[in-house]
T-cell receptor, first 114, second 115 residues
Framework: AQTVTQSQPEMSVQEAETVTLSCTYD???????LFWYKQPPSRQMILVIR????KQQNATENRFSVNFQKAAKSFSLKISDSQLGDAAMYFC???????????WGAGTKLIIKP | DGGITQSPKYLFRKEGQNVTLSCEQN?????MYWYRQDPGQGLRLIYY???????QKGDIAEGYSVSREKKESFPLTVTSAQKNPTAFYLC??????????????FGPGTRLTVL
């Protein structure tokens, strides 16, 4: 079965510091896509960053970057220079190439300390 | 502005009643999805549709029904057969993956509470 595991229910970080959120997944597929979504208190789900499994280079989007380890089936999100607006639930999700369905982790609540 | 709208934002239902949640998108996306979100859990897929007049069950379709009469609209009906319908419901849409990412765009959600 395809599963996504986020082992950290909650993380906290001091404003301006760096935090890493972990995500592991289980699949027998070789072609797939990985996503990090952010859900702030407004509950609007927003895409943060995405990665194609065949690309070895880690994706980056401004202060957000991933550490993709295909062999270990790990897809962690690093947030640099944390800002108060980064406080949210962060969800890791996975999709295989031939399917529309996203498989979601349970989420990590990120708290930013001023 | 292009986007997805869901209404109402809050919905209260008495036991035994059917209720319908609205989802409209103007992104010209072919695919639309309904998810349920419960505390401490990831999103779970209820139904999805890739084309008008066609839809498929997701992981938790029991007690729910959908229709897709127009490309822009994908309403979800929560029937009285759904035993525990209190949850947050999210609608999403995406292109059919001619491109690889097939990013899903989400609406603001509807909070359903059974009284």
């Amino acid at each position: 079965a395809q599963t996504v595991t986020q082992s950290q229910p909650e993380m906290s970080v001091q404003e301006a510091e760096t935090v890493t959120l972990s995500c592991t997944y289980d699949t027998s597929e070789s072609d797939y896509y990985l996503f990090w979504y952010k859900q702030p208190p407004s509950r609007q789900m927003i895409l943060v960053i995405r990665q194609e499994a065949y690309k070895q280079q880690n994706a980056t989007e401004n202060r957000f970057s991933v550490n993709f380890q295909k062999a270990a089936k790990s897809f962690s999100l690093k947030i640099s220079d944390s800002q108060l607006g980064d406080a949210a639930m962060y969800f890791c999700a996975y999709r295989i190439d031939s399917n529309y369905q996203l498989i979601w982790g349970a989420g990590t609540k990120l708290i930013i300390k001023p | 502005d292009g986007g997805i709208t869901q209404s109402p934002k809050y919905l209260f239902r008495k036991e035994g009643q059917n209720v319908t949640l609205s989802c409209e998108q103007n992104l010209n996306h072919d695919a639309m999805y309904w998810y349920r979100q419960d505390p401490g859990q990831g999103l779970r897929l209820i139904y999805y549709s890739q084309i008008v007049n066609d839809f498929q069950k997701g992981d938790i379709a029991e007690g729910y029904s959908v229709s897709r009469e127009k490309k822009e609209s994908f309403p979800l009906t929560v029937t009285s057969a759904q035993k525990n319908p209190t949850a947050f419901y999210l609608c999403a849409s995406s292109t059919i993956p001619a491109s690889s990412y097939n990013e899903q765009f989400f609406g603001p959600g509807t909070r359903l509470t059974v009284l």
